[in-house]
């Protein structure tokens, strides 16, 4: 066997380290490919995902040690648009870093810009036009477009931020909504609620409708009540209850795994109004060995414009 100069050996193995990440680069669009090839251009992969903010009391969960799993997870599943949960400045930068096909709507719940958590609305911008956006706070009327404000009885700020959007596929227009509702007061759990579907239809202008949300409800607490009510002619629709083909588990909140399975619970939500066929709902339960993406499954759905 020909004896190999240390030289020699430097450049083959950071020749090898570079095909190797090429590799993995060139994996992942073929992926992307795939699915985009398999689907009509009409149909659209639309994701929900609170990515848990960045936090040290996490441990071997913090963002740092989970970041690369988290945009693994979406580069694989590839969704055109999707609204995440918990997102700080540093996350935003880290995702639209790694993958610089999506841009963003949005802005940080703490003062309008860049601070507290985001509610952005992340799309792939070789298939959508962003029409128009907008954000406003889950608060009361009187409050609703100021930075920071808490409404009724939250226990935290809360945003929502829309868009109207243009398919560039189709020419077809669409609204979407995501948002993050609060975990503790019964009156801005319920009132957020309704000002979802309320905001939804107003600034939607007839458009086929998509809400996404961390909404930290079950389906048979208030709050998702009031976003389906059957007697509100803007309710919206569960996407679960539409599709024909469901998959994964019946939960989406985990706590990085740590939580008895008969305890995890289905708060994450897809959500949709108007002229929209569901093909499939899933709930994403994967995970690298012991590392979770988040203490939250994402949920994708596939769907399409009638």
């Not at 406003?136 to 100021?146: C, G, P, Q, R, V």
């Not at 619970?265 to 060995?289: C, E, K, P, Q």
Request: net charge neutral; aromatic share 12%; proline share 5%.
């Amino acid at each position: 066997i020909p004896c190999i100069s240390a030289l020699k050996l430097h450049y083959l193995t950071k020749s090898n380290k570079m095909m190797k990440k090429l590799f993995f680069v060139l994996l992942s669009i073929l992926f992307c490919g795939q699915f985009a090839f398999a689907k009509s251009p009409k149909t659209v992969n639309v994701m929900t995902f609170n990515v848990r903010l960045v936090s040290t009391s996490d441990g071997v969960n913090e963002w740092k040690y989970r970041k690369n799993d988290a945009v693994g997870l979406l580069k694989y599943h590839c969704p055109d648009i999707w609204g995440g949960q918990e997102v700080t400045h540093p996350q935003l930068t880290d995702i639209l870093n790694d993958m610089p096909e999506f841009g963003y709507i949005g802005v940080g719940r703490a003062d309008g810009k860049t601070q507290g958590e985001y509610a952005p609305i992340f799309y792939r911008k070789d298939r959508f036009e962003v029409v128009d956006h907008g954000d406003f706070w889950l608060a009361e009327k009187d409050k609703m477009y100021t930075p920071g404000v808490k409404g009724w009885d939250a226990a935290c700020e809360r945003v929502a931020t829309w868009g109207i959007f243009k398919d560039k596929n189709t020419g077809k227009k669409f609204f979407m909504l995501n948002t993050h509702l609060d975990h503790m007061g019964p009156q801005a759990r319920h009132n957020g609620a309704a000002l979802v579907v309320e905001q939804a239809a107003k600034l939607s202008k007839g458009l086929p409708v998509i809400v996404t949300g961390d909404f930290n409800a079950q389906p048979d607490d208030e709050p998702i009540q009031v976003l389906l009510d059957k007697n509100n002619q803007n309710a919206l629709q569960h996407t679960r209850d539409l599709a024909p083909f469901t998959y994964g588990p019946k939960w989406t909140y985990h706590d990085f795994g740590r939580l008895p399975i008969a305890s995890r619970t289905f708060i994450d939500y897809v959500m949709v109004r108007g002229n929209w066929n569901v093909l499939s709902h899933a709930v994403l339960s994967d995970y690298m060995g012991e590392i979770f993406p988040s203490d939250h499954c994402p949920v994708i759905v596939k769907m399409e414009m009638k």
